[in-house]
């Protein structure tokens, strides 16, 4: 059984509850939304609220392995995305939009793994007005071995049974396609 996780005033973190509550709290909220009269929300109150409370538990098993690397999940996927791409570099939009979040976010992320010695900016070689980032040999090093301890600790043990992971991606894949967060690839033609 996963750990209960509650929030805390430090630095307004989930952390690991001591012991799970006797009872399913989503479940009693729907229970109360049922005797409300809100019979038409309620099964969509459970969703939602039972998917925010999953990635709250994602979430902290993630930072948890990441913490030793000095690593939260916004660095560790830019470094990771860096590490994807041919030569470790990428232009600053195209990390943006790939990340799916504010450029805003992007450069305070940037700031911090340059800081750390990880990635560096330089002048993008053939667009005069964009920045490039490029993964340094720590950041090689350090995204090795974070991705390493997630796949370990997280992505080889997340919590849910082999038979429901592709149910599970597919049915969230649906709900985010449809919710407008990509398309469809465009079909190959036949070859003539």
């Known amino acids: 059984m996963l750990p209960r996780l509650t929030r805390t005033r430090r630095k307004d973190r989930t952390v690991p509850a001591s012991s799970p509550l006797p009872i399913d709290p989503i479940a009693e909220a729907k229970r109360q939304w049922l005797d409300h009269g809100w019979a038409d929300a309620a099964s969509g109150m459970a969703a939602v609220t039972s998917i925010m409370r999953a990635q709250q538990i994602m979430l902290a098993?993630?930072?948890?392995?990441?913490?030793?690397?000095?690593?939260?999940?916004?660095?560790?996927?830019?470094?990771?995305?860096?590490?994807?791409?041919?030569?470790?570099?990428?232009?600053?939009?195209?990390?943006?939009?790939?990340?799916?979040?504010?450029?805003?976010?992007?450069?305070?992320?940037?700031?911090?793994?340059?800081?750390?010695?990880?990635?560096?900016?330089?002048?993008?070689?053939?667009?005069?007005?964009?920045?490039?980032?490029?993964l340094t040999d720590a950041g090689t090093e350090v995204v090795g071995k974070a991705t390493d301890a997630l796949n370990e600790t997280v992505f080889s043990k997340p919590g849910f049974a082999d038979d429901d992971l592709a149910d599970l991606v597919s049915i969230l894949a649906q709900f985010r396609r449809r919710s407008g967060d990509f398309g469809d690839p465009p079909t190959i033609p036949d070859p003539l």
């Open 61 to 134: 098993r993630v930072e948890g392995a990441l913490k030793p690397f000095g690593l939260s999940f916004a660095r560790f996927e830019l470094l990771r995305l860096l590490a994807f791409s041919r030569g470790g570099a990428l232009p600053m939009s195209s990390a943006t939009a790939r990340l799916q979040v504010h450029p805003t976010s992007v450069t305070n992320t940037v700031d911090r793994l340059e800081r750390a010695g990880l990635v560096k900016r330089s002048p993008h070689p053939t667009d005069g007005r964009a920045t490039l980032l490029e």
